[in-house]
């Protein structure tokens, strides 16, 4: 069965600071995997995609690696900001298929930014 | 505008009523989902529609049902609500064919059941 698990549930860090979220996935074939946030009462929006062949990608403040080999992913927040209050969700897609029906999620990692 | 617009954004009812959640695009996409979001668990998946024609269920259709009145139009209905339902309900929409699978989430609807 397709997994994808998401450490740690929840993180409080200090505004300024720097802070990274895992994502393990079991999803096979491999297609792509993204990282979506989601601010509280609304929904999740996409922040990056990785594809097979990346292993780092950069949007602003976030940059998000990809290891193939160990499936695994990680989605670093560099210079945190209030703003970056939010929940993060990991969510994998198998090879052949993007459309939402295909998709596994994670259970999100839920971030919490302290002035 | 929100290009995905969900209505009612909350909504609190009793068990045994029949609620519909209503869900509506301007991005002019035809793939429509409708997922269910608990507390610390991943999105799961209900209905989905590839195209006005189109209705599958998803990973926990049971209890729902779904109509695609348009292109722009999907609605999510509970015959008979029960506590186990409340929950936040998200619609959301993808373009077609083999690009990155992108999905584009509405607002959400929170729903409560007593």
């Known amino acids: 069965k397709n997994q994808v698990e998401q450490s740690p549930q929840s993180l409080i860090i200090l505004e300024g600071k720097n802070c990274t979220l895992q994502c393990n996935y079991t999803v096979s074939p491999f297609s792509n995997l993204r990282w979506y946030k989601q601010d509280t009462g609304r929904g999740p929006v996409s922040l990056t995609i990785m594809t097979f062949s990346e292993n780092t990608k950069s949007n602003g403040r976030y940059t998000a690696t990809l290891d193939a080999d160990t499936k695994q992913s990680s989605l670093h927040i560099t210079a945190s900001q209030l703003s970056d209050s939010a929940s993060y969700i990991c969510?994998?897609?198998?090879?052949?298929?993007?459309?939402?029906?295909?998709?596994?999620f994670g259970g999100g990692t839920r971030l919490m930014v302290k002035p | 505008d929100a290009d995905v617009t969900q209505t009612p954004r909350n909504r609190i009812t009793k068990t045994g009523k029949r609620i519909m959640l209503e869900c509506s695009q301007t991005k002019g996409h035809d793939r429509m989902y409708w997922y269910r979001q608990d507390p610390g668990l991943g999105l799961q998946l209900i209905y989905y529609s590839f195209d006005v024609k189109d209705i599958n269920k998803g990973e926990i259709s049971d209890g729902y049902s779904v109509s695609r009145q348009a292109q722009a139009k999907f609605s999510l209905s509970l015959e008979s609500a029960i506590p186990n339902q409340t929950a936040l309900y998200f619609c959301?929409?993808?373009?077609?064919?083999?690009?990155?699978?992108?999905?584009?989430f509405g607002e959400g609807s929170r729903l409560t059941v007593l």
């Open positions: 969510v994998v897609s198998a090879l052949g298929n993007n459309a939402g029906n295909m998709l596994t």
């Open positions: 959301a929409t993808s373009a077609a064919g083999r690009g990155t699978g992108e999905l584009f």
